[in-house]
């Protein structure tokens, strides 16, 4: 069993994110501890998601709340060449909704870093859906087996399949429109 470092809480060995917080656990590329941040605080090591040796892909950043209790990903970058990831911000300016997506994050009303937003919009399954960065294709949501559906653009979307989201898309978890804009 391991601790999450957000939430503190013991899970199992082989999660790659936390059953209790939905926070994406990053690794220790050299002692193989769990952390948060892109260096790991007891020996230096680069954080890496597991199955990831750091060469190439990005480690996501710790979890920041902004000013308008949005949640943001700070910093993340590819180890070598410094690439970024664009920022992907979902919103829904009557339900005063803004995120700043993190990779691997759940979008849900029991689970993920954006509870806090759907945890009183009862028709958003507990995890109703996930926000995945590719660098082939970019920024992409899967539907996780919600109750009430996932839709792109009006067209609703199969369970388990990523479907890439481009600036000015609209993407509706339940009855909650949100706008995608990609920076």
Request: charged share 15%.
């Amino acid at each position: 069993m391991i601790i999450c470092p957000t939430c503190k809480e013991e899970i199992e060995d082989d999660s790659r994110y936390c059953d209790q917080c939905g926070q994406a656990l990053l690794f220790c590329n050299q002692c193989g501890r769990v952390g948060i941040g892109r260096r790991c605080t007891y020996c230096g090591g680069l954080m890496v998601a597991p199955g990831n040796d750091g060469s190439s892909s990005s480690a996501s950043s710790s979890m920041s709340f902004a000013s308008f209790g949005s949640i943001g990903n700070q910093g993340i970058t590819e180890s070598k060449g410094m690439n970024r990831i664009p920022e992907l911000t979902l919103k829904n300016d009557s339900l005063n909704i803004r995120i700043v997506a993190m990779n691997g994050a759940i979008i849900g009303r029991r689970q993920g870093p954006y509870t806090q937003f759907f945890a009183n919009h009862a028709y958003v399954s507990g995890v109703h859906a996930q926000l995945k960065f590719n660098q082939e294709t970019g920024w992409c949501v899967v539907d996780k087996h919600s109750s009430n559906g996932t839709k792109l653009n009006q067209h609703s979307m199969q369970p388990d399949v990523e479907m890439k989201l481009s600036n000015g898309d609209i993407l509706t978890i339940a009855n909650i429109s949100l706008q995608v804009i990609i920076i």
